[in-house]
């Protein structure tokens, strides 16, 4: 089946950067779209942005755009996140998400914990 | 970018209730919009995409109407295991979430 297992939580001090990883099983990587979605404390669902990991070209959240990279790496069906100049207000709760097909569903991952404090 | 708004941001409710909540979008967004479920700790869950179709596996006491920029999200007989906060999504440019309405127990 879909599988989307994320690296673990990361803990970092402002000003520091975080990559995060997705790693896929169970589809065609290149096939759908991958988003990267963030929920910080007493926020709501915040999209950052996404690849297509067909061709690497991706798209950001205005708010996030020159401080975010989204990548993947193709041979071992798997996106990366970077976040740099990180501030305590990136404190979240980090998803990656397969974009929807025309007869399959968003697929979630269980969340990476991310926080930033001194 | 789109913008998406959402009301009521909370709302209590009783068992067997029913409640309404309502997603207005900035642009046409024909009927591009989800409907999400999420509670702390776990994944969003997809309960209703393309504006009106119910996900595999979700109850019938779920629905969604509309189109263009002017979208209902409803259930019908509110359960205990509803309590959660209900996400509007549009994917018509990019994606795009409501803040959010909170669903509690009166």
């Known amino acids: 089946q879909v599988q989307l297992v994320q690296s673990g939580a990361e803990v970092k001090k402002p000003g520091a950067s975080v990559k995060l990883s997705c790693k896929t099983s169970?589809?065609?990587?290149?096939?759908?779209?991958m988003h990267w979605v963030r929920q910080a404390p007493g926020q709501g669902l915040e999209w950052v942005g996404r690849?297509?990991?067909?061709?690497?070209?991706?798209n950001y959240a205005q708010k996030f755009q020159g401080r975010v990279t989204v990548t993947r790496d193709t041979s071992s069906s798997t996106a990366y996140m970077e976040l740099i100049r990180l501030r305590s207000d990136d404190t979240a709760v980090y998803f990656c998400?397969?974009?929807?097909?025309?007869?399959?569903?968003?697929?979630w991952s269980q969340g990476t914990q991310v926080t930033v404090s001194s | 970018d789109i913008q998406m708004t959402q009301s009521p941001s909370s709302l209590s409710a009783s068992v067997g209730d029913r409640v309404t909540i309502t997603c207005q979008a900035s642009q046409d967004l024909k009927i591009y919009l989800n409907w999400y479920q999420y509670k702390p700790g776990k994944a969003p869950k997809l309960l209703i995409y393309d504006a009106s179709k119910l996900a595999i596996g979700v109850p019938s006491r779920f629905s969604g109407r509309g189109s263009g920029t002017d979208f209902t999200f409803t259930i019908s007989s509110l359960q205990p295991e509803d309590i959660a906060t209900y996400y509007c999504q549009q994917y018509n440019n990019l994606i795009t979430f409501g803040p959010g309405t909170k669903v509690d127990f009166k």
């Open positions: 998400m397969r974009g929807s097909g025309s007869d399959s569903s968003p697929v």
């Open positions: 169970g589809y065609t990587f290149t096939a759908y779209y």
């Open positions: 690849i297509d990991p067909k061709n690497g070209a991706t």
